[in-house]
């Protein structure tokens, strides 16, 4: 550009120069005149580029800083050198870099704020434009969608989740105008999912241009419920048939059985073992309670593992030789100690035993084996019983759950023994298995942290 302003002025001022002496050219003739001629296009000239320069060097300044700024480089300045209409247009070009990337600075800051919180959230956010195609999405999004592409913004929804029930919801929304709809619940992607929905309107325009859907997982918050509901079920029924049993035989007695000797002691007797399955029914479920309130308030105190075992065989010695079952046990402990608490170590063990004495017919054994293992300790309580199938398995640590029902009962069972161990487990950070086959028997595997903190 200075090029072709100084290529033009050259010209321009020659062929006026030529032009003025065409006039003069009969009166002036010497060589003076020429040199002068000459002497003032060199002159013109020079000075002449410079005024160009100085015009056209801060237009290139200014072009060159814009082009970096439209690159995202808005640390570039325009160096100022007059107070003109140049000087001010570069003044102006600066100050708009200043703000630009003040600007940007921030967007930046809020996005990295805005990414953080949305990583941050356990429940999913997806934003919206009007057609469904995504606009933005988080990580609880794409693990409770099960989404597994890296990038899906710009998508449709159908074509990153294929779930017609999901897309049913979301014309609700667009129809709703993005609003949420009360009670929007669906069962799906075998979960139970909470469904939230928001517009997103422009600030200025208060033009609508999408909606977020906030998707709450619940299916943990529907299990609770379950469980609770079952438990009050089962617990009523639990206590519902000792009490109709015991008001049963009361009436009996009362209508005349009293003065039957015989038939008097069978019913006191059957009023007293329903009396006990109901005490022991009430104290499982208060333990199970205490348990589950008080995972780490619990008092610890430093247990030998096998002089715990030891005292607990001499416990169930006479319940064992009642039913000709013998008690074994391979320690291999001595003088390992773990901190926990005695009463919940020694219930988890004598629970465990004593369901391997009641389900093992005369003449079995129950073995008790213990095992130091660097950071931990294996206790297995191993039986020759009935054994479980493996489809029971699954749900053997479920309150109330029982593999055979009427046998369990009659053997003074409430079905809350092995959750109990569970929970006892569990609040001792520890883990439990089971290996079992039907006809051979049964064995509970528990590992427990030598060091719980």
């Known amino acids: 550009m200075l090029k072709k302003l100084y290529y033009s002025y050259f010209i321009i001022s020659f062929v006026g120069i030529l032009v003025t002496s065409f006039f003069f050219i009969e009166k002036i003739t010497t060589l003076r005149f020429w040199f002068g001629i000459l002497l003032g296009v060199i002159v013109s000239n020079f000075f002449g580029y410079r005024f160009i320069k100085g015009i056209v060097q801060p237009i290139n300044e200014i072009t060159d800083v814009a082009k970096e700024i439209t690159k995202g480089n808005y640390e570039h300045r325009i160096e100022i050198k007059s107070i003109d209409e140049i000087g001010q247009l570069s003044s102006a070009i600066n100050i708009m870099s200043d703000k630009l990337q003040e600007t940007i600075d921030e967007l930046y800051d809020r996005n990295a704020k805005l990414e953080a919180i949305l990583k941050g959230l356990i429940n999913g956010v997806i934003a919206f434009d009007e057609n469904e195609k995504i606009l933005l999405i988080n990580d609880s999004a794409r693990a409770i969608l099960d989404i597994k592409e890296s990038s899906v913004v710009g ?16 014309e609700k929304i667009i129809k709703n105008k993005g609003y949420n709809i009360d009670n929007l619940e669906i069962n799906t992607f075998n979960k139970y999912l909470k469904i939230y929905s928001s517009p997103i309107v422009h600030q200025v325009t208060h033009k609508k241009l999408g909606f977020v859907v906030i998707i709450n997982d619940i299916t943990e918050v529907r299990k609770l419920e379950k469980i609770r509901s079952d438990f009050v079920a089962n617990v009523s029924h639990e206590l519902r048939t000792p009490l109709t049993s015991i008001r049963g035989f009361i009436e009996t007695l009362r209508e005349g059985a009293i003065d039957n000797v015989e038939e008097r002691d069978k019913f006191l007797e059957i009023i007293e073992f329903e009396a006990e399955r109901l005490t022991r029914l009430i104290n ?7 348990i589950e309130n008080l995972k780490e308030g619990f008092v610890k105190e430093d247990i030998a593992i096998d002089d715990e075992v030891n005292e607990i065989f001499y416990i169930m010695e006479k319940t064992a030789n009642d039913k000709s079952i013998k008690l074994i046990k391979d320690l291999n402990c001595s003088g390992v100690v773990i901190k926990t608490s005695k009463d919940r170590l020694r219930q988890m063990i004598i629970n465990l035993v004593d369901n391997g004495i009641k389900y093992t017919p005369e003449g ?32 053997l640590f479920e309150r109330f759950y029982r593999v055979d029902k009427g046998r369990s009962r009659k053997l003074g069972g409430t079905g809350l023994g092995l959750a109990i161990v569970k929970h006892i487990v569990e609040s001792m950070k520890g883990s439990i298995s089971v290996e079992s086959e039907v006809g051979k028997g049964t064995k509970f595997t528990i590992v427990l942290p030598k060091d719980q903190k």
């Open 364 to 395: 079995g054994y129950v073995k008790v084996t213990t095992i130091d293992r660097k950071g931990d300790v294996v206790i297995e309580v191993k039986d020759s019983g009935i054994g479980i199938s493996k489809e029971n398995i699954p749900r």
């Open 155 to 170: 998508k449709h929804i159908l074509d990153v989740v294929r779930n017609t029930k999901f897309h049913d919801i979301l």
């Open 284 to 290: 499982d479920i208060l333990t199970l309670s205490e």
